[in-house]
């Protein structure tokens, strides 16, 4: 994965603390971890997400040239109408998670920091005949996220992708600042991220490793069409849609707070009538302090582990929510 090339103006904002790993690059939190997360939940205020790689194709051919690589139904997109889609392996793993919406001219898409120049290298590759531009847009273009209700004025120019659970903008980096100074409070990677667990969304990289397929974390639907042919991976997709046994299953983990520390990524999760000593179920992906729930993770577990077993995330108690049914 290429480094980050871009360090985020609002660093310098008043209580900055900066986001460390794969979220370098923008602030982790102002200061308050906690009131970030109640803002952000009121639909008030609004996160730096600059680091993020920005992907733009352009060209007569470009939705009907995505449909034929990607997961989701491209051909009929409509501007302005948000849609999220994998790139896959030819064994059906989970490479590339693209969050896009077209302005009519361009399909914008944001994906994880780094993952740009890979997702890149590949459309390039089966370009062919098509009548389509690729191009890296991160040195120029940033993406900042404001909540869902938030009534904040979109900057003249910015391309809005909405979603549920709040619109990302696509706006000139050079205008970073100027954003911040008319649409705070800001919010960090954290607060984000805790909002993204409690929603049981997954991330590409946290919630996947090199061998997860679409079905393992709750995809289908969202990000994969299952009435559509012609992409890599889609046989997998397809044998696994029609047998229903996918290895592994996303779980949503409430974590006993007497804790002082959250569980890192990777850590192993067991039975809690095994003990720490017993086998190897599943691991931890993303864990958070919520402001309401306390402290909460998002794991990965073998399909068979009883729905309502009680888990142990290293030597942390936890109860289990079904994400995605065994």
């Given amino acids: ?18 986001a460390e790993g794969r979220d370098e690059g923008v602030a982790a939190h102002y200061g308050d971890l906690f009131r970030e997360q109640r803002v952000l939940s009121d639909g008030e205020g609004f996160v730096d997400l600059s680091h993020r790689g920005v992907v733009a194709v352009s060209g007569d051919d470009r939705l009907s040239w995505l449909h034929l690589l990607l997961t989701q139904y ?8 948000a849609t999220e889609a994998l790139v896959l392996s030819a064994n059906g793993h989970i490479e590339h998670a693209l969050y ?24 390039e590759s089966m370009k062919f005949f098509y009548r389509v531009e690729v191009a890296d847009r991160t040195e120029d ?13 979109v900057p003249e120019g910015a391309v809005v992708r909405e979603t549920p659970h709040g619109r990302d903008l696509f706006l000139p980096r050079a205008g970073l600042e100027s954003f911040a100074a008319s649409h705070g409070p800001a ?30 974390i709750g995809l289908i639907g969202s990000a994969v069409h299952l009435q559509k ?33 959250l569980p890192g990524h990777g850590t192993p999760v067991r039975l809690a009538s095994d003990g720490e000593e017993g ?45 995605v049914e065994p």
Wanted: hydrophobic residues 40%.
């Fill in 1 to 18: 994965m290429q480094r980050h090339s871009t360090t985020s103006p609002l660093l310098s904002l008043p209580g900055a603390v900066a």
């Fill in 74 to 81: 491209m051909t009929d997109l409509s501007p302005g109408r």
């Fill in 100 to 123: 896009l919406v077209d302005d009519g001219e361009t399909v914008w898409a944001h994906v994880e920091p780094g993952t740009q120049g890979e997702l890149i290298a590949y459309l």
């Fill in 141 to 153: 273009t940033a993406v900042v996220h404001l909540p869902a209700g938030s009534i904040a004025e």
């Fill in 187 to 216: 919010a960090g990677i954290l607060a984000y991220e805790a909002l993204r667990v409690e929603a049981y969304r997954p991330r590409l990289g946290f919630e996947t490793d090199h061998r997860t397929i679409p079905h393992e």
């Fill in 229 to 261: 042919g012609c992409y890599r991976g889609q046989e997998t997709v397809a044998r696994v849609q029609n047998l229903g046994k996918p290895p592994r299953r996303l779980v949503f983990l409430h974590l006993d707070g007497s804790e002082v520390f």
């Fill in 279 to 323: 086998r190897q179920l599943g691991f931890v992906t993303t864990a958070v302090r919520h402001h309401e729930l306390g402290p909460i993770a998002l794991a990965l577990v073998k399909r068979n582990v009883p729905v309502d077993a009680p888990l142990i995330a290293g030597t942390t108690a936890a109860a289990q929510e079904t994400v």
